[in-house]
């Protein structure tokens, strides 16, 4: 079991918004800030979001991050079926002094 | 940037394997370094952690006491020294840099992974 909760699934349409949620406690999210990676099928996981709301350079801005408290999120917009992957959220965890990662979102591309 | 893990392999439960890691195109030591792993079918696990320096290590619970992580400046490789291996321990083992000297689980630049296999 994750310490960071994440939802199993997700699925929208093409062009459409889909929203990724990660809840985590007072010792991860809530004090330190959230990263979110993407693995496309079959590769090695990238950054995605950094520092909550951050993007690498490259990657687009339909992709944003944000943050309240002990929750953070992933917002996809104008999805495209090249957005078909893993999503993973995971925060620096105080208690356990190092990162913690949520268990993964699994986005389907309807 | 570029990382290349090796030494992934077949070993029986309770017996040894180590990792490398090796990096191009960056300057080693300014960067900490971190072994994630994903077992078949399941999500990431971050493993440990090593300071730019060296001298700060991390290690998940799982793997405290069995795990050690290691660095070599003068061949810009981190290595991963597994004993007493489980079953559990069968996974895709990646490695990822951080940003900066400090581990802070934001890797942004990941490895292809090696595969270990624990099973008699």
């Known amino acids: 079991q994750s310490v960071l909760t994440q939802p199993p699934s997700a699925s929208e349409t093409p062009g459409q918004r889909v929203t990724i949620s990660c809840s985590g406690s007072?010792?991860?999210?809530?004090?330190?800030?959230v990263n979110w990676f993407q693995q496309l099928p079959g590769m090695a996981p990238q950054l995605l979001i950094y520092?909550?709301?951050q993007r690498p350079s490259g990657v687009p801005d339909r992709f944003s991050g944000s943050k309240s408290g002990t929750s953070a999120s992933l917002a996809i917009s104008g999805l495209q079926s090249e957005d078909e992957a893993d999503y993973y959220c995971?925060?620096?965890?105080?208690?356990?002094?190092?990162?913690?990662f949520g268990g993964g979102t699994k986005l389907t591309v309807l | 940037v570029r990382l290349s893990e090796s030494g992934g392999g077949l070993e029986q439960p309770g017996g040894s394997l180590r990792l490398s890691c090796a990096a191009s195109?960056?300057?080693?030591?300014?960067?900490?370094m971190n072994w994630v792993r994903q077992a078949p079918g399941k999500g990431l696990e971050w493993v440990s952690g090593?300071?730019?320096?060296?001298?700060?290590?991390y290690y998940a619970d799982s793997v405290r006491g069995r795990f050690t992580i290691s660095r070599d400046t003068s061949k810009s490789t981190v290595y991963l020294q597994m004993n007493s291996l489980r079953a559990e321990d069968t996974a895709v083992y990646y490695c990822?840099?951080?940003?900066?000297?400090?581990?802070?689980?934001?890797?942004?630049?990941w490895g292809q992974g090696t595969t270990v296999i624990v099973s008699s």
């Open positions: 990822a840099k951080d940003p900066d000297s400090m581990v802070r689980g934001r890797m942004d630049v």
């Open positions: 995971a925060a620096w965890d105080d208690s356990l002094n190092g990162p913690v």
């Open positions: 007072d010792a991860n999210i809530g004090t330190n800030t």
């Open positions: 090593i300071s730019g320096s060296g001298d700060r290590t």
């Open positions: 195109g960056l300057t080693f030591s300014m960067y900490a």
């Open positions: 520092r909550n709301t």
